[in-house]
């Protein structure tokens, strides 16, 4: 019998090879993106193609966090900006979305409930540790233990699973990783502050890891930028 996967899908560059990965191990797939008030909107158009590129079932969840602020990426906060990847170093930066992760999990997990999944997938990286604290993998293993504990699946003896297959590996292996799967990074999507029109700016903190990752990967980044080193 095929198990079901809800997998939290942005249409970036690490969430579209955890959704290859999980179709890989033979789950039916349930992505889940969201629409949460980011100046990068265009992630979610990433995200439809992408989804409907291997038939998954897909979802698109409108959330408030534009009303909340306190991020760069959901109000008015200036976007920091690098020359290259060297300049950013091991803090949280505006960038950071409170509570984000939190908020997609738990969202994640209630539609979980609702189609019948165990298993929800996510997309956190070695790339991600120092500036994000919720995408460290203690944030995972304690999330899963609230899933377990506060469920009725749960409850019932239930078990869910929360996978972060990406956490020990760097970028430059993911998209090695994501390329003998068949994905197309052309079709995702990575930057915080994009022109009207869609085009990377190639100055902010996740085009510079990007531009960067594919460089150190010997692979050329298929999509255009702004400025690109």
């Known amino acids: 019998m095929t198990k079901k996967a809800v997998v939290v899908l942005s249409g970036g560059l690490d969430s579209t090879t955890v959704l290859y990965l999980a179709r890989q191990r033979g789950h039916e797939i349930y992505a889940l993106t969201f629409d949460y008030g980011q100046r ?35 109000s008015d906060v200036e976007m920091p900006n690098f020359d290259s990847v060297d300049q950013i170093e091991n803090k949280v930066y505006s960038t950071y979305t409170p509570f984000r992760n939190g908020v997609f999990l738990s969202y994640a997990l209630a539609y979980a409930e609702v189609v ?44 869910f699973k929360i996978e972060i297959p990406l956490v020990d590996m760097y970028k430059p292996e993911i998209i090695k990783l994501g390329l003998s799967l068949g994905v197309d990074y052309g079709k995702t999507f990575s930057c915080y502050d994009p022109t009207p029109e869609g085009v990377s700016c190639g100055k902010c903190m996740s085009c510079n890891v990007r531009i960067s990752s594919f460089t150190k990967a010997n692979l050329c980044d298929p999509i255009n930028y702004q400025t690109k080193k």
């Open 40 to 74: 990068h909107r265009i992630e979610i158009e990433h995200a439809l193609e992408v989804a409907k590129g291997i038939a998954a079932q897909h979802k698109v969840l409108k959330l408030a966090l534009d009303q909340i602020g306190g991020s760069s990426l959901t």
């Open 116 to 159: 019948g999944a165990d298993t929800l997938f996510m997309g956190p990286n070695k790339d991600d540790f120092h500036n994000y604290p919720d995408c460290r993998p203690d944030f995972y293993k304690c999330f899963e233990m609230v899933a377990n504990i506060g469920t009725k699946f749960g409850a019932e003896g239930g078990k």
